[in-house]
């Protein structure tokens, strides 16, 4: 089992900037592959970045590539989504999660655990 647990969500005006952490604990937290995904109302969850368990790998949807930037310290077990530029359209419930399985995991059904998300609101 891994437990995954988000921090960092609030309210910020658009071209602010914010960081969420997920504080990962349990089965091999290093060695994951570790994502990050968002959920806005109405749409389904999207993917938005996901690094490799040595940080040689790191990917990022379209959206977001040049905003944001995904970091991990595998001696703290925390992933980080640094958060630039952001506009309303980021506005959405951002969840963490753990890959067992895969290296280079960019789809939600690759991955195993899930966090329980943590709300971005951003304001025009």
């Known amino acids: 089992q891994v437990h995954l647990v988000e921090s960092g969500g609030g309210l910020v005006q658009a071209g602010g900037s914010l960081r969420l952490s997920c504080a990962a604990s349990g089965r091999s937290s290093s060695r994951n592959t570790m994502g990050w995904f968002r959920q806005a109302p109405g749409k389904e969850r999207e993917f938005v970045a996901a690094i490799g368990w040595g940080s040689s790998w790191s990917g990022y949807q379209d959206s977001v590539k040049d905003r944001f930037t995904i970091s991990r310290d595998n001696a703290e077990n925390t992933v980080y989504l640094q958060m630039n530029s952001l506009k309303p359209e980021d506005t959405a419930v951002y969840y963490c999660?753990?890959?067992?399985?895969?290296?280079?995991?960019?789809?939600?059904?690759?991955?195993?655990?899930w966090g329980q998300g943590t709300q971005v609101t951003v304001s025009s």
């Open positions: 999660s753990a890959s067992t399985r895969y290296i280079r995991a960019t789809k939600s059904r690759e991955y195993d655990y």
